[in-house]
């Protein structure tokens, strides 16, 4: 499987590939929604905002070109679910509720997947960087100030 490439240059360790073309499968717990990441984390990101804090959602923020659903065919197809400044789309499966990914505030032209999700990915071998999302405002410039080609 290939997926189409970002480009090169330097890397952040929030979305960035180790491996760029290592290509990891993950979904929800039914099957229903599968999708497929051109990339390897160099990171897990959790975040201690409210939404993220009651799913257990460990972050992996990817450019959308290393992100593809494989099913359902489309985002449209599922359920997504906003709320604050409505800029973040969370979708979830419609058959077992599990939250895959989602499309970030702190990032809307990126796909962050729950790492969770995924397979063949030990979460616990890769370090860990903690986003206050409790303070988003504050948090965010934190977060910007990264250099970020998406890689």
């Not at 180790?18 to 390897?40: I, K, L, Y």
């Not at 962050?112 to 960087?129: H, K, Y």
Request: aromatic content about 10%.
């Amino acid at each position: 499987m290939s997926l189409e490439s970002s480009g090169t240059g330097p890397r952040n360790k929030r979305s960035s590939a180790a491996t760029e073309d290592a290509v990891h499968e993950g979904g929800c717990h039914c099957g229903f929604v599968r999708f497929a990441v051109q990339a390897h984390p160099r990171v897990a990101l959790v975040f201690n905002c409210s939404i993220c804090t009651m799913k257990g959602y460990v972050h992996w923020v990817v450019p959308r070109t290393r992100f593809r659903l494989l099913s359902p065919e489309d985002e449209s197809a599922l359920p997504v679910y906003r709320f604050g400044t409505r800029v973040a789309a969370h979708y979830f499966c419609p058959v077992c509720g599990v939250a895959a990914f989602y499309v970030p505030r702190s990032d809307p032209d990126k796909i962050d997947v729950n790492l969770r999700c995924m397979e063949g990915i030990d979460i616990a071998a890769l370090p860990v960087e903690e986003f206050a999302g409790r303070n988003w405002d504050q948090a965010i410039t934190t977060y910007r100030r990264e250099p970020d080609d998406g890689g």
